[in-house]
């Protein structure tokens, strides 16, 4: 059976009219000390702790055994108060653990999230679009023959904004503290495998068509998911884009994938109501984003566009 002693148990067995703290109390009474036996240094003669740790240390004491603590506490005239125990949860057997043998990859992608999160100063920020007309250029694609999915879509939006607000298509370079503005939007997109997530890259994703978007996504996961991508396939990119809105996932924020400074979160399609009181599709996408990077001013603009290629697409984005 596992016990743990609390401190306030321990310090009420000293001397109330001691002027002394609550961390010097659990000393005195961790050691079995008198107190008033300490010279105190102190203001208004209050006992510091480096008083009772002086005279710990010239007098070479040791703290009181556990069991001693258990059959009960000093009090300083001598007398013994028992000491109230509390039992600890209990802790599970080693039988109910099971280790998970993990990949190569998924190593990989451990350290770097907590790469990010430990020396990224991650920003977020949200914006609701409502995505009717998206959708309905969707179906009229389809009828023209163009397959595509909503998020081959809004790959190809966020690719348009990305040019229109290119500071947020950025890096930082640890190596001399700036910010490098990158050429090429180059979106990265997370793909789910049997090994972990992976993020393959479509490359000059600004310059493609929606449909030539779609298949390059098609093929990229197909060979994730078949671990044949090249590393110059998933290293690297500009900016990234995590869907989870197929899961029924309406909102969530997303680890930023370094050396990038952003990454889009994608929820899924829920009905809304707009000022008009119309009921409209509506989908929320939280940008996650690198503050030595990207300022709150060149978020609010990302997102602000997006949110018009969004809501008023045109043709030209086929």
Known sequence: MNFFLPFRSLSSAVSPNLKAGPSVRNL?????????????SGPRNVLLKSDVLTYINQKQLKPRKLDDLLSGVSSGDGTSTPTKVYKSFPRPSAAKWQD????????????????????????????????????????????????????????KTSALSLKKVPQVNASWDESNGAVKLLPTVDISIAVATPTGLITPII??????????????????????RASKLKPEEYQGGSFSISNLGMFGITQFVAVI????????????????VTEDERVVKMMHF?????????????????????????EEPTMGLI
């Open 203 to 224: 490359k000059n994703a600004d310059n493609l068509s929606v449909q030539q978007i779609s298949e390059n996504v098609k093929d990229l996961a197909e060979r994730a």
């Open 100 to 155: 998970i043998e993990t990949s190569g990859m998924r190593r990989t992608i451990a350290k770097r999230l907590t790469l990010s999160k430990s020396s990224i100063p991650h920003g977020y920020m949200t914006s609701q679009c409502c995505v009717d007309k998206l959708a309905q250029l969707r179906v009229s694609m389809k009828k023209e023959g163009h397959a595509v999915s909503l998020n081959d879509m809004i790959i």
């Open 28 to 40: 005195l009474a961790l050691y079995g000390l008198d107190g008033s036996i300490i010279s105190a």
């Open 257 to 272: 994938n370094p050396p990038q400074s952003a990454i889009l979160a994608v929820g899924a399609i829920k009905p809304g």
């Open 286 to 310: 939280t940008l996650s984003f690198d503050a030595r990077v990207i300022d709150e001013e060149i978020a609010a603009r990302f997102l602000a566009n997006l949110k018009e290629v969004i």
